[in-house]
């Protein structure tokens, strides 16, 4: 295992983590918390858009809401793991609603770019990651109560994704996902297999029983959504880099995976979304707010299986 993670020892006070799943876009959102100060941070808030009617909502952002003010909750922090492709981001809004400093990685800056182009933002849009409150990198830390948020690169999904530790709890985005389903796609623009798993091992060599949540479940085989799982049970049993299995041989089985699937439904409004962090594009002349869809652009082909 890596040994560059962070060092921990078992923590104190328990980070109390809180899962909420939109079937959707099989997405989990997390309310975690420090339960002596009541300070909390939301992982990957999800903001609710029907395409064929152009439409957005708050349902999911509201429900994270309520279990906020329920709980008696002060929101510090709304937590990116990286530029989704697959939900638009519901960070804006929740900061409307609740406050918090919206954070993602410094890298950031790389994705915009990459997107920024595709659609054609022009002076618009700024990409130097200004329109987040905090850009993190390695090590970095942010205080949450008392407990602290340790920041983890881990880029090959993307080459802005960064994982965050909270006590004896991970939240890992896109990066692996329930052991029954593998890990992260590596075709995205920026994305890296062998950086993959470079990074997956870094997750990896924290203490076995740290808690592990993913920001997607694909409910393979049918079964009931999951979202919780522990580094020990990833090492034992994850369907393509359980300990043993080497760079190269998980290189080219991820390579090969990422050749037949097709691109995310919500990839295009997504991301010109979630690089202005949740933001939607500013509106034209008429008041109207719009997406753009650029024609034959994206190289994903359309093999119809799951990420």
């Given at each position: ?235 034992r049993g994850n369907t393509a880099i359980h300990d043993g ?21 919500l990839i295009l409004p997504a991301t010109q979304v979630n ?13 109207v707010r719009y997406l753009k869809i650029p024609l034959n ?11």
């Amino acid at each position: 295992m890596n040994a560059s993670s962070p060092s921990r020892l078992v923590p104190a006070i328990e980070a109390q983590v809180q899962g909420f799943f939109d079937p959707r876009t099989a997405t989990i959102s997390y309310v975690v918390a420090d339960p002596q100060s009541g300070c909390c941070a939301v992982v990957d808030p999800v903001l609710d858009f029907e395409p064929r009617l152009g439409c957005t909502s708050d349902r999911s952002v509201e429900r994270l809401v309520a279990h906020i003010q329920h709980q008696g909750f002060h929101l510090s922090w709304i937590l990116e793991t990286h530029v989704h492709a697959d939900h638009l981001s519901g960070a804006a809004l929740l900061q409307q609603r609740l406050g918090g400093e919206i954070v993602i990685g410094e890298h950031v800056c790389t994705v915009q770019e990459k997107f920024a182009h595709l659609f054609d933002c022009g002076s618009e849009m700024a990409i130097d990651g200004s329109q987040f409150d905090r850009l993190v990198t390695d090590r970095d830390q942010l205080e949450l109560g008392s407990l602290m948020i340790d920041v983890l690169h881990t880029p090959g999904h993307t080459p802005a994704c960064v994982s965050y530790l909270v006590s004896n709890a991970v939240f890992v985005g896109d990066t692996l996902f329930m052991p029954d389903y593998g890990t992260a796609r590596t075709d995205f623009p920026g994305g890296d297999a062998h950086q993959l798993y470079r990074s997956i091992r870094k997750i990896l060599s924290l203490p076995r029983e740290t808690r592990m949540f993913v920001c997607h479940d694909y409910q393979p085989g049918g079964r009931e959504p999951a979202w919780e799982t522990s580094v020990d049970a990833q090492r034992r049993g994850n369907t393509a880099i359980h300990d043993g299995v080497q760079e190269a041989d998980f290189v080219r089985q991820r390579q090969a995976r990422d050749a037949q699937l097709s691109a995310p439904e919500l990839i295009l409004p997504a991301t010109q979304v979630n690089i202005r962090a949740g933001h939607l594009p500013a509106a034209a002349a008429n008041g109207v707010r719009y997406l753009k869809i650029p024609l034959n652009q994206l190289e994903l082909c359309a093999a119809g299986a799951d990420p």
